[in-house]
């Protein structure tokens, strides 16, 4: 499910929570109780996991990642990203 299709949260200005788990066995995004789930294969160091949740993030929205900025959640599973115009 790596093309799910999120073109109608690229809006400017959409807030986008999303729960990652990485080191998953595939890069999937996924609905769930009101928030993404997004699955990533890479470890959570250095920032690697973020940069992978942006990449699939964008792809699925149809904007360029620089487009994304992570408001909360840094160093969280729990993210908030935010779509900028």
């Known amino acids: 499910m790596s093309a ?4 109608h949260l690229a809006a400017p200005g959409t807030e986008i ?3 990652v788990t990485p080191k998953a066995s595939r890069n999937a995004i996924t609905p769930q109780d009101g928030r993404l789930r997004v699955y990533v294969t890479t470890v959570p160091e ?13 792809k699925a929205l149809g904007v360029p990642k620089s487009r994304l900025v992570l408001v909360r959640g840094q160093s969280a599973r729990d993210k908030l990203f935010r779509v900028l115009g």
Do not use: F, H
């Not at 799910?4 to 073109?7: A, E, S």
């Open 4 to 7: 799910t299709d999120l073109t």
């Open 46 to 58: 250095a920032g690697k996991a973020n940069a992978a949740v942006v990449k699939l993030l964008s």
């Open 17 to 19: 929570a999303v729960r």
